[in-house]
């Protein structure tokens, strides 16, 4: 039997998802045994013509981590498509915009111009910006061009599946390729993850009380967390209620509260609302003055709750100046 | 005179069943004439009031959201208005980073009996509205169909 083509591509991303799959440690000798890696720019040396070579449908799945952000990225990720029967958004960037679209709360021009001008060490006396093409007496270079904004994968090509997380952990990447080689995928447009909180996987679960009612809320910096309490009644802002779980909660556990890397559940719509909407609702104040006091803790709503999904949230990105 | 018609604001308001949508009927038995550029959803409770019901509103067209609930303290499920205060201001101060003007997300509390201040209320943030001018959100990528609409569709 000839063993099934797989691929990895990046696009505006960290690394962390690329580091996440040498992760799963000796499990990947079972996975290089099982499937044939034919394109991994990260890892190994691919060109991209050697996917334009391929057939369409040649690629068994394409695992793609990273928001999409530039034309090359769009380009790559509708070619992919073509060769790929089953495209897996890998990560939080492809699933909801991750990190990187945190930048629709700016602009493209006020990012070129941050970087091009405004820095301190940048000098830039002719403004000279990068440009998609420039003519030198070799002929015609070309450069990929910035989108305007950032958007997940699911908004450039259609997606199969979402392997979720930030990066995905190892647990879930595991399972996925096992139920890939097994033929086993649940139907196409699925999480590859459980669809329930963080909290259920929790080491401090039963410490979480029935009603939660918390006077303030604070930051981790700023107090002396209890390494066996539930961290959300200790009024630190655990996302984890809201949160698709999949991680082992491993954050927690790790005295650091969820900040909602695996996303929304599947019947939620727009995370971060959803997430504001969980938090305010457990403080224990009913004037405005006490409110306020006790949401001081939560600094940067839209930065707290989008942190991972703002190009998948209903706003999408913050409104020209 | 121009041509343009003069922008009028779509304001998609959600009142409780119990106190400010039965206010809103008042103001209509009572003959309280108010702008018609509201779209009022009732729901059971200003407390059932999801965050994600304003965000999704104004993507998908109002240009402002009008919420309406029981005075403090009268709430019919004892604390359902408490808790969209506090929702209310974390909701405010988020929209604020998004560059969304105050004035477009608005909560009042309006009891049974003050079928005027529906009037009053709605008129006042039609106004307001009116002089914001439509809300101008980055067009958000439709996404695109998922693969299993792809491959139900073939
Ligand atoms: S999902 Fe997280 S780990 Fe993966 S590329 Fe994005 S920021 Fe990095
Ligand atoms: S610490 Fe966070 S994830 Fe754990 S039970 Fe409490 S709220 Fe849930």
Not at chain 1, 47 to 66: P, S, Y
Not at chain 2, 114 to 121: A, I, N, T
Request: aromatic letters at 6%; proline letters at 7%; charged letters at 20%.
């Amino acid at each position: 039997m000839t063993k099934p083509k797989v691929g990895f591509y990046w696009c505006a991303s960290c690394g962390g998802c690329e580091e996440a799959v040498v992760d799963l440690h000796e499990a990947i000798l079972d996975v290089v045994a099982a499937v044939d890696i034919v394109f991994w720019p990260c890892a190994m040396d691919f060109k991209r013509t050697d996917v334009e070579a391929m057939a369409d449908g040649e690629l068994a799945v394409c695992f793609i981590n990273g928001a999409v952000r530039t034309s090359e990225q769009f380009e790559m990720v509708e070619l992919l498509r073509r060769k790929a029967g089953v495209v897996i958004a890998f990560g939080a960037c492809a699933q909801s915009g991750g990190i990187p679209g945190l930048a629709n709360f700016t602009s493209k021009a006020a990012i070129l111009a941050n970087v091009y001008e405004d820095t301190r060490t940048t000098v830039n006396p002719h403004k000279t910006y990068p440009q998609a093409t420039v003519q030198v007496p070799e002929g015609t270079l070309t450069l990929p061009v910035l989108d305007e904004t950032v958007r997940a994968l699911g908004q450039a090509i259609p997606v199969d599946y979402y392997l979720p997380g930030c990066p995905p952990p190892a647990k879930l990447i595991a399972d996925a390729v096992g139920a890939i080689l097994a033929g086993t995928l649940p139907a196409p447009g699925s999480v590859l993850a459980p669809n329930v909180g963080v909290c259920h996987e929790c080491t401090r679960k039963e410490t979480k009380p029935e009603k939660m009612l918390v006077t303030q809320f604070k930051r981790p910096h700023q107090v002396l967390i209890d390494p066996a309490q539930c961290l959300l009644a200790q009024g630190l802002v655990c996302l984890g209620p809201d949160t698709r779980s999949g991680c082992g909660a491993a954050c927690p556990a790790g005295n650091m509260p969820c900040t909602g890397c695996l996303g929304a559940l599947d019947q939620v719509r727009d995370f971060g609302a959803k997430a504001l909407s969980g938090l305010a609702s457990v403080l224990d104040a009913g004037e405005d003055a006490a409110i306020d006091a006790g949401l001081a803790g939560v600094p940067d709503p839209a930065g707290t709750f989008y942190r991972y999904s703002l190009p998948a949230s209903e706003l999408f990105a913050k409104l020209p100046e | 005179m121009s041509d343009t018609p003069a922008f009028e604001p779509r304001i998609v308001a959600f009142f409780c069943n119990w106190c400010t949508y039965t206010a809103a009927d008042l103001a209509g038995t009572a003959r309280l004439t108010y702008a018609p550029n509201v779209r009022v959803v009732r729901i059971m409770c200003s407390g059932r009031l999801d965050p994600q019901f304003v965000v999704t509103a104004l993507r998908q067209g109002a240009d402002g959201v009008l919420i309406g609930g029981c005075h403090p303290g009268d709430c019919h499920y004892q604390e359902g208005n408490y808790k969209m205060l506090r929702r209310f201001h974390l909701l405010k101060r988020m929209l604020k980073q998004f560059g969304i003007d105050d004035q477009r997300v608005r909560l009042e509390w309006i009891s049974a009996s003050e079928g005027d201040k529906v009037q009053r209320v709605i008129n006042e943030m039609v106004a307001q509205v009116r002089d914001l001018g439509p809300l101008a959100l980055v067009g958000k990528p439709t996404p695109h169909p998922d693969a299993s609409e792809k491959h139900a569709a073939a």
